[in-house]
């Protein structure tokens, strides 16, 4: 009997760093949930109304095209503005946003507001969502006018490389948008204030610090005003770094959890992901004009009696641009989508090397999993044209498995990192 005791004390003691280890860092998976059929049924509906958006988008300037309605509207413009050219370009381009926005206002209503409320997916009032429904128009004509003359001024001038250098021209603006959209356009939708002092705070600066932000201001957005989604982001340029973290984000997930978040969207900003996204979507811009000047040409050659103009270069031309470009778009989607779902897998795993937290950071998918009626693996619709992160069946997985650190070994991401 004592040998037997002495056996057990034995592979006690030699099980025990094991033991301590699992302890330590082997805790129990977190399960990925199953689908709850309403689950289902929402993701249904989002398929059918993205379905619906992009028939609009196509159906609504082939209408306006194949009825003349362009060149008639083309035409009154002048008449208003006695023929002067840009003044007759903005002026139509307002009015084409204008209706584009009021065709499909019933259908934005019926998804954004309906349809969200249906599912407990929304909390604004009808008031927060129509006002801002008009700051987005306004955003919209504004940032249009301002740019819309550069490519047709260069189909005018350089007709046989106006796509190349309207993609040089334009990117400038491209960039300027991102980086004062969160400083200056955001807060058009949203309030915001500093993140008061307490743990929180210090343990998001102590993160921060780590990262090489150590001057960063810590903000919160209101976004309970709009939905119960939780998030947070990252962003600022040259003395204006930001962390903002939704008051849903506050009220939702745990320090721990708050943490891992904020240590994924660091990943962004400090391996300058959004300036590959800018990269893909110049390179996107530039296959989309090439395209434009091909097939609109061809198009314009075709129906030129239909459409009441024979030239690209006419402002009448713009819903027929739209077009093409909106092909193109979608063709490129799903290669779209899958080079931000890998930027949005390293930021997990940034995140998990930053906290070393893979709990925390699988309760946080799952708690994203309920409060957005989430699916584990979208089927491949949703996953090849509207799914731009990975699906939460795999960051739960990642999440549950990827610890080097236990092993010893390094981190993808460990020389970003002062520990």
């Not at 350089?158 to 356009?185: D, E, K, M, N, Q």
């Not at 061809?298 to 103009?309: D, P, S």
């Not at 999440?399 to 981190?411: D, I, R, T």
């Amino acid at each position: 009997m004592t040998r037997l005791r002495l056996a057990v004390a034995a592979l006690f003691i030699a099980a025990l760093p094991i033991l301590l280890s699992a302890s330590a860092f082997g805790a129990e998976p977190v399960p990925i949930p199953a689908s709850a059929p309403e689950a289902l049924a929402y993701h249904r509906g989002q398929n059918l109304y993205w379905l619906a958006d992009q028939a609009l988008s196509f159906l609504l300037p082939l209408v306006i095209l194949f009825t003349g309605w362009s060149a008639r509207l083309t035409g009154w413009a002048r008449r208003v503005t006695r023929g002067r050219w840009y003044p007759t370009l903005a002026l139509y381009t307002v009015l084409y946003l204008a209706i584009s926005f009021a065709v499909g206002l019933p259908l934005s209503y019926a998804h954004d507001y309906v349809f969200a409320h249906a599912y407990d997916q929304s909390s604004q009032t009808i008031g927060k969502w129509g006002s801002d429904q008009v700051i987005g128009l306004l955003v919209s004509l504004v940032a249009a006018v301002l740019v819309i003359w550069i490519p047709f001024l260069l189909i005018r001038r350089l007709p046989r490389t106006w796509w190349l250098w309207s993609t040089a021209a334009l990117t400038p603006f491209f960039i300027l948008g991102i980086v004062i959209a969160p400083i200056w356009i955001t807060p058009l939708f949203n309030t915001f204030s500093p993140l008061p002092a307490g743990e929180l705070k210090t343990a998001i600066e102590a993160e921060a610090a780590r990262g090489g932000l150590e001057d960063a201001t810590i903000l919160v957005m209101d976004q309970s005003t709009d939905s119960k989604t939780f998030g947070a982001y990252v962003t600022g340029l040259g003395g204006t770094e930001r962390i903002v973290l939704f008051d849903t984000t506050l009220k939702t997930l745990t320090q721990p959890e708050i943490l891992f978040v904020v240590g994924h969207e660091m990943k962004h900003y400090l391996l300058r992901d959004v300036w590959k996204i800018v990269g893909l979507y110049v390179v996107v811009m530039l296959i989309g004009f090439f395209a434009v000047d091909r097939l609109a040409r061809l198009a314009t050659r075709r129906w030129a009696g239909r459409f009441g103009f024979d030239d690209i270069a006419d402002p009448a031309a713009l819903p027929l641009l739209l077009v093409v470009f909106g092909i193109v778009s979608l063709v490129l989607t799903p290669a779209i989508n899958a080079f931000s779902r890998d930027v949005e897998h390293e930021a997990d795993r940034f995140g998990l090397e930053m906290t070393h937290d893979n709990p925390s950071a699988a309760s946080a998918f799952v708690k994203r999993f309920n409060e957005a009626l989430g699916i584990p693996y979208p089927g491949w619709l949703e996953r090849n044209f509207r799914l731009d992160h990975p699906s939460l069946g795999d960051r739960i997985t990642f999440a549950n498995e990827y610890h080097p650190w236990e092993e010893g070994k390094p981190g993808r991401y460990d020389a970003w990192m002062k520990k």
